[in-house]
């Protein structure tokens, strides 16, 4: 039995090491879908911002964000311990966990990246990333996963992998960002039209798509927690086939849907109907290929609309992030209570609002700081030119730029 | 005609050095010095003082103003200020009729007489010296419009940042026009029209 319990141990603490892999590179896949929906003039600030989001949030929240989520029994937060310590696990080994935890951490942080690219200052945006990995990610995140239910007050709140936790966060995060930055120059002219600031890489775009999607598997299957049993491998192989299948349904969405508004399919809105179906199932990838399906198909809608809400209230979003992971996540989570007979609609809808209140508010707040101190936006000459040139001083594509 | 057409490409050649933007911005007005010259010579043709019935091209596509409407403008038009550069399209073709109806009444030769077209000794008539005036006033207008327009037009492509034009001039013609058919019809990117000009 001593041994069996070892090889859960084992198996177990696999799967997160396993789908923390798959979920790290995500990373990447953030990384080129913002890269090939922006201007190539801005393309290294915007890897570079990927590159280091991810590994600010790797040493925050090992520094002070897990402890904050997972350690001790406050109802607001946990312990305030500088560098993990104080916990262990019986079942699943304590780094393995922490590998998994941290790269969803990184996840949401990249989720503003794109919201804010082209116009952001690298310092005010890495600043806002490590206190969002440190602190404002890990308080939210111990109402739900650290089990504290916030005093009661998020009792029965149900998200499995983080449609809400993780990625309505990041949302909440850009959103109040965002609204602090302003739109890029010449997005909107005064008569409030939009006009399409295209961007340099489809293909990269494409690229980006496909990686996110592929780690989601890890997002979601390693979710399970567990592969001790054949049970446990059971859910984690449905949850695998829930995922495809709601980021199928979100693709062929949005992929009919434009081309029944626009008589041509934008491809742009397609790989973001996938990925809108990716956030919406998260947040219950356990409920079969019914549910997973109808997340997908509104999640396909709902992302097209969105973008072009968000366009109308001039908020400018260059990768559709907020429509992605913002609006989706808000639907995934409450879709649960039409899935889960054990989850009510109200209950949904209180943690929604509750985790979007703080989240949304401490950002909104840590953003204005940065904005009145350091400042959050480049010089306009800088943005006209491209930031890469005026932040880093190097081009993505310097071949290409050179004469003669 | 050829004349004209040598002028502009030793205009050209002047402006190698420069870069695309600088170059296309300086077609644009040499465009507009053309369609100025063009006005003058319709002006002489209907004052009386040239009976040279060839001095304006009949056809627009050979004019000085045409030819770079229709390969150089075009060039530009694939990416940016499309809407502009069919308005100056629109008043161009106008303009042009208004002189076909000019050059109608000039050098007519239905009524004349077989001497008098011999002898190259054409009158025209004070009738058709009348309309012709008057197409003239009108055509003067358009033109005023048209080279109005053409500031517009410049001052857009002013406002565009450098990296659009370059490799502007390193394209082929003939692709271009063709590529330029294609994208009439609407795109969208994200849920906006994607606008060209």
């Known amino acids: 039995m001593e041994n069996f319990a070892d090889v859960q141990y084992i198996l177990t603490s696999f799967l997160m090491l396993f789908a923390g892999a798959l979920v790290m590179w995500m990373a990447a896949g953030f990384a080129m879908l913002e890269a090939g929906l922006t201007r190539s003039k801005n393309s290294v600030v915007i890897l570079l911002k990927n590159m280091l989001l991810y590994a600010v949030s790797s040493i925050m929240f090992y520094l002070i964000g897990y402890n904050l989520m997972y350690g001790g029994g406050g109802s607001f937060m946990g312990d305030f311990n500088f560098v993990l310590n104080g916990i262990s696990y019986g079942d699943h080994s304590l780094m393995a966990d922490f590998f998994f935890q941290v790269v969803f951490v990184a996840t949401a942080a990249s989720v503003i990246s794109g919201v804010v690219a082209e116009r952001i200052k690298i310092w005010g945006f890495l600043i806002f ?60 002219n005064s008569r409030g039209q939009v006009n399409p600031i295209l961007g340099s890489s489809l293909p990269l775009a494409t690229l980006g798509t496909f990686i996110l999607w592929l780690g ?16 446990n491998v059971d859910s984690i192989a449905a949850v695998f086939a829930a995922t495809n299948m709601a980021a199928s349904f979100g693709a062929v969405t949005a992929a009919i849907l434009t081309q029944v508004l626009y008589k041509k399919v934008d491809l742009t809105m397609v790989l973001n109907g996938a990925l809108a179906g990716l956030v919406a199932v998260t947040a219950a990838p356990n409920m079969g290929m019914l549910a997973a399906s109808v997340d997908g198909f509104v999640a396909g809608i709902l992302v097209v609309f969105s973008i072009i809400f968000f366009d109308k209230l001039q908020i400018d979003d260059p990768v559709g992030a907020l429509s992605v992971h913002l609006v989706n996540g808000i639907w995934g ?33 840590l953003w204005y700081l940065i904005k009145i101190s350091i400042g959050i936006r480049v010089d306009a000459k800088h943005e006209l030119d491209g930031v890469d040139v ?15 | 005609m050829k004349q004209d057409w040598k002028l502009i490409q030793s205009f050209q050649k002047k402006v190698k050095l ?104 054409n009158k025209v008539s004070v009738d058709d010296l009348k309309l012709s005036e008057h197409y ?49 019809t609407q795109r969208y990117y994200r849920g906006s029209l994607i606008s060209d000009d």
């Open chain 1, 129 to 188: 990333v490590a206190v969002l990995t440190a602190v404002i990610y890990p308080i939210q995140g111990h109402w739900s996963w650290g089990g504290s239910s916030l005093g009661g007050l998020m009792e029965g709140f149900s998200d499995f992998a983080g449609s809400t936790v993780v990625h309505s966060v990041g949302g909440w995060a850009a959103l109040a960002g965002v609204l602090l930055l302003g739109a890029r120059q010449g997005k909107y």
């Open chain 1, 216 to 231: 989601w598997f890890g997002f979601n299957g390693g979710s399970v927690l567990a592969m001790g049993t054949k049970e």
């Open chain 1, 333 to 365: 989570t409450l879709a649960v209570s039409i899935w889960n007979p054990e989850v009510t609609f109200f209950m949904q809808l209180k943690g929604v609002l509750i985790v979007g209140l703080f989240t949304f508010s401490a950002s909104f707040i």
């Open chain 1, 390 to 404: 005026h932040e880093t001083g190097l081009e993505a594509y310097p071949e290409f730029s050179k004469k003669g």
């Open chain 2, 18 to 121: 420069m870069n695309d933007k600088d170059r296309y911005v300086a077609s644009v007005r040499k465009a507009r010095a053309e369609h100025g010259k063009w006005l003058n010579a319709v002006k002489v043709m209907v004052s009386g003082f040239e009976k040279n019935k060839d001095l304006v091209a009949l056809n627009q596509s050979e004019s000085p103003f045409g030819v770079w409407l229709n390969e150089e403008a075009i060039l530009l038009s694939t990416i940016n200020s499309k809407a502009a550069l069919i308005d100056v399209e629109e008043m161009f073709n106008e303009c042009y009729s208004l002189y076909h109806k000019i050059y109608h009444r000039l050098f007519n030769t239905k009524n004349s007489s077989l001497l008098s077209s011999v002898f190259g000794i």
């Open chain 2, 136 to 184: 003239y006033e009108e055509l003067v207008k358009k033109s005023d419009q048209l080279t109005n327009k053409l500031r517009v037009y410049e001052n857009q492509v002013q406002a565009n940042g450098e990296e659009k034009f370059e490799g502007l001039y390193a394209k082929e013609t003939i692709f271009i026009k063709e590529e330029s058919v294609e994208i009439k």
